[in-house]
Each structure stands twice: as C-alpha cells, then as structure tokens.
C-alpha cells in the first residue's frame, strides 16, 4: 500500500505490463516557498471530507471510558494499538499508528497515562510496539493528576462536560484541553532506579543515566519483560508548556530526536520500531511535531512541501488533530524559516514583508474615511 504522505504521482494501471515507476513532482524553491505560504482556505472542509470518505468507528473507546483522559476526544478503531494480553488483562490504551513519511505506522500516537493503570498499560504498549524513541512533550504537573482522578469517578455523568471545563477553570472543551499537562512521571527519575507496572510487576524499568540540556532531557532506560532486556530512550522535551504556539526551538528537538536515535540504533539490544511520540491528549502536540518531521523530511528529500495534504492524511488516522487553522499557520512559519536557514530557498523566493492585520486595518479604515471629491457641473 503506497504511504498517504508521500506526494507522488501514481503509476498507469496495465493489465500484463510492467507498472511505470512512480514519478516525483519537483518544484522550484520559489514554488515551494509560495505553497506553504498559500493560506488553507477549505483546510478544515477538506479534512472533514477526507475523514469521511470511510466513516470510522470508535467502539473500543467507548468500552474503555474511564481509560481515556478526554472524554471528547475519541480513538479510532481502524488505527488504535491493539495490546497483547499476556503481560495484563485488556487490549485498549489510548493510541494510534500514524504513517510517516517514508514508513506505514511510522508514529504512535499516545495520550499521557495518569493513573496506575494506564501506566502499566503504558509500558505494555511499549513492549508491543517496541519504539525506536519515547518522544514526551509537555510539562509534568502533579497536581493535575490528582483531579484526573477524581474525575474519572463521574465520567459517566451526564454533566460531565461542564465538569470537565470546571476541573480546568475552561469556557469550553478545546480551552479545557489545551491546559492539560502530563500529570505524572511514568517512568524512573533517579539514576539508578528500578520502576515495576503492570498488575503481576512483569515490566521492569532501570534508569541507566539522564542526560540534561537546555529545553529537554534524555533517559537512557533498559526495559525487561518476558526475560527480554531492551534498551530505549525517552526524550522529555519539558519546555513545550501550552498546546500553542509551538516553540520556535521545536527544531532542536528534531535534531535531538536524530542524533538520539541514530546513537542507539547501534546498540545491540535496542528497539528498532515506530517512534513513540506522547503528550497529554496524544493528539495536539504530537499531531504537530509529525506534520513538521514529514514535511521537513519531504522538502529536504523531493523539494516538495504537502502541508495541508499531510495534516490532512495525519487526521484521518488519529482523530482530533489540527481542529483549528491556527495550527496549520504556525506549522507553516516554522517551515518557512527552515526552508531559509536551510538554503532551500532562494534569495528571490523572499519577497516584501507583508503588513500586519493592524496595519491592513488602519489602512482600510483611512480609505473609508476620505471624503469623494465633488466635481462641479459644467
């Protein structure tokens, strides 16, 4: 099956002949520059449209309520990680494969676990999955989880909207949702330190060693279960404190993120499966952080760019992502700064600064406000 991200031209069906080889469609710097530029102006529309051109389901996220942190926020069926069950009872955690830009089920998608039992199923699905990098993106808040907890106690509640928006002091769902923090470490903090999850302790969890910078921190961990000893990084870029804006060093996290996994790759016992990219909700940030590592990989790889097509294939697979315009338009200054510091763009590709809406504004307003010259009768 050819990867939705990818944007490429498909072969000409023949019946007996060989399939032409696909074709990449190049484009020039200053093009390039031009379509991330390009205001979205059906972005939602379209992704709506993509999005129901299969209705998805969402049965197991309704059988599994009190395991999922937002109750607005659903996990589909066609792509959630379904988990074994020989570490613990249940197959649900809330997540989902996501295609990258050169591989299918690239990402995974997961929300934060916040109490004991979605941190053994956390690890479980780890184990299943075994990823290549724990990517966590969020401020730790502790005592947010405590609420979490009281919380799932009324989940079923038919008022549990307006009790949700008051847990977060919230005018309404995506304002309670972007106040979210992780609420907890679900993994060890001391060098050193063991940590056990799941019902029986069949995960075991070893800190080996924590290496700090600026606006994150590497744990170089070892995971055993079931007698196999695995090693793992967990990256915990603890600066990203709100949904929005992205961080404007989100680009060092990228490079980060590489050097990290290049250097652990070449261990013999580590991981060698999707990337692992975990935040709250499981969706907003990391949503964010993959349409920027697809689109930036694209550029560099093809000189295309595929913004909108990306998010859009990004939220037919993990529901909830990019729900505002906004989003799309800090992706897009991110990458427009990337294509200029990275010399993809040409000197010509950058045109006249554009006035900011005050100005466009004020402008408006002087040209409304002069009077029509009045031309006498001859």
Known sequence: MANPLKTTSAPTPAIGKEKEQEETEETTPKEAMMAIAAEPVNLLADMHAAAMVFPPTFENFFNDLTLNRCPHLLCYDHTRVVLNDDLDKGNY?????????????????????????TTGDFWRLVINVKPSIIIV????????????????????????????????GASSLDDATSKLHIPKYFWPMEAGATSKFCKEKTIQVKLESINNDRHMNTYNLVVTAKKETNNLALVHFHQWMDESPLPEYISDLRAMV???????????????GPMLLVCPTGINRCGSYAALDIVTARIADERNVGVRETMIAIKSQRYGCFRSVDHY??????????????????DEAIGEKLPSKKQQKKKKASRVSKKPKMFKKT
Request: glycine content about 6%; hydrophobic content about 40%; overall charge positive.
């Open 93 to 117: 955690y809330n997540a989902s494969f996501v295609d990258s830009y050169k591989n299918k089920g690239g990402y995974v998608f997961s929300q934060a676990p916040f109490n004991d039992r």
């Open 137 to 168: 993106m969020g401020s730790i808040d502790e005592a947010q989880g405590n609420k979490v907890a009281a919380f799932n106690v009324e989940i079923d509640n038919p008022e549990w909207s307006n009790k949700f928006l008051a847990l977060y």
């Open 258 to 272: 590489k050097i990290t996994m290049v250097r652990k790759a070449k261990n013999p016992g580590a991981f060698k």
């Open 329 to 346: 338009q800090i992706i897009r200054e991110i990458l427009l700064r990337t294509c200029i510091t990275s010399g993809v763009a040409h």
